[in-house]
Structure formats: structure tokens, C-alpha cells
């Protein structure tokens, strides 16, 4: 068995045996965001007519679920809005009603990452289906850029370095004149096309190969770890990364690809990541 095998058996071992965060990641943990979605939409479905309905409407052309030609600025709950909550009911395991329930409202208002979780042609995020490093790129340069915090910048090495150990990827700091991967803290509209909007719960966004752009959002509070209302740099960082490699959202509610982060929460990678990322490079057998 090489040492890469070797690795990737250690790591099924432990995630076997270790707890998967430091606090659960529960559906439940966050109370409504009224600045996005008024509580007063509970229970609300097609055929209403109410304040807030575009805001949800807006929520589900954002990330995937409602075509990009389909107007968000009415208030009226049609066809298609009823179609793409269906979506998101399904891509989340939730009761697929087309009815804006708590249980749907609850997890919308979670703070996430601001990568789609379906991607459509229009989307720059991802512009491919499958996109990923051709196999001379497996040695990915990186640099932090602009004013990023000293003191988080060992975190995100650690983030790189994690997967590493379950891939065939290795990451090299070097200068940002010459890097595939340049990783920053951003406020508000930073030239990407995708601004960081004040109250959208939006913590991050990350390109897909081979762009390599990763964004923090610097509005929010960060820490190295788990604290209450600050959100770890690192469990952001590893999902980030896991969009710079390829990887879209999972569905799988303890995966670090899952979309959502609450605050005061450390996770790692679970075999669902590790499984996504072989799968996506065929196991590296190009590596």
C-alpha cells in the first residue's frame, strides 16, 4: 500500500471514531434573519400575494434553484417560485411541500457560503459541470492577498494541508504575482460579480477551477475556533478550498461542503468530502 493509500485509510479511521464538530449542526440552532425573510411568511404558498415573497424569490434565483430570467421583483408566489422551493426542499432533505414552512425558512436564514448550490451556464462560479486542475496543476501555488489577518493565516495553511492529506493535491505558499490560488478578506462590492450584501448571511465565496479566487467576507465576526457569534476561519477555509478543488454543496448535513456554517462551530472533512474529491479526480490516477 503507497503512502497516499496509507493516508487516506488513517483518515476513514479516525473520522470513524472522532465526533464530527464541536457542536452539532442543527437545523434549529438559528432564529429567523427578519431582515431577509419576515416571519409572517410561514405557511405561505402558491397563490399568495404578501410582502417578502421577493426576497425569497431572490434567495432561490442566488443560489440555483430560480432561472436568472425569471423577474424576483414581485411579490407574487407563481408556478415557478413553487417549483424551484421544491428544489431546495429536495437538495436539503426537507419536507417538499412548496410551502414556505419553519423548518424551510429556518435553514434559509443560516449564514452560508455564497456559492449556488445548483449551477446553471450563467453562473461564473462554476462554469463547467465538473470542473477541475488538469493534473499539472495537482501542485497548487497559493498567496494571501490585500490585508489578510496575520493571525488566521496559519489556520488556512492547516486548511490546505488537511487536504492534502487526502488528495493528490499539495499547496506551496508563494508570491501573489505568481500563484493559482489567491485567498483574501473582501467587503461589500469587491469587483468579482458577486458583492458581499450587507445582511445576506453570506460568510465566503470561492471560484471553481481554474480560477482559483477565494473570499472571506470581512463584515463578519471571525475567530481561530469555536467561540459564540464568530464564525472559524478554518471550517470556512476547508469549504472554500473544497469549491478552488471542484467541488460543488453536499447535501450531507456533517459534510464540510455543506452550505451552511453557524457560529461557535469547528468541523472537519467526512468521508462524504474525501469521497467527492477521489471521485471528481478518479482516485488521482493520473497524480
Known sequence: MDLKSCLQLMFILVAAIAPHAIMARHLHTHKFSS?????????????????????????????????????TKGNAFDDNLEFALKSYQKFFNLNVS????????????????????????????????????????YNLKYAFVGNFPEQYKATVREATNTWSSVTGFTFTEGS?????????????????????VEGSGVLAHAFAPEDGRLHFNTRHAWADGAYPYKYDVGTVALHELGH?????????????????????FVTGLDNDDVNGIMALYNGFADA
Open 176 to 196: 501573489v504575482d505568481n500563484t493559482d490560488v489567491k485567498i483574501s478578506f473582501e467587503v461589500g462590492d469587491h469587483g468579482d460579480g458577486y458583492p458581499f
Open 35 to 71: 431582515s431577509i425573510f419576515p416571519q409572517h411568511l410561514v405557511g405561505s404558498g402558491k397563490g399568495h400575494n404578501m410582502e417578502g415573497i421577493h426576497n425569497v424569490r431572490a434567495f432561490l434565483q442566488r443560489y440555483g434553484y430560480l432561472s436568472t430570467n425569471v423577474d
Open 244 to 264: 478552488v478543488l471542484g467541488l460543488g454543496h453536499s447535501a450531507f448535513r456533517y459534510a464540510v461542503m455543506w452550505p451552511h456554517t453557524p457560529p461557535n
Open 98 to 137: 412548496g410551502i414556505l414552512d419553519v423548518e424551510t425558512l429556518e435553514l434559509m436564514s443560516q449564514p452560508r457560503c455564497g456559492v449556488p448550490d445548483v449551477f446553471r451556464i450563467d453562473y461564473t462560479f462554476f462554469r463547467e459541470s465538473k470542473p477541475k486542475w488538469r493534473a499539472s496543476k
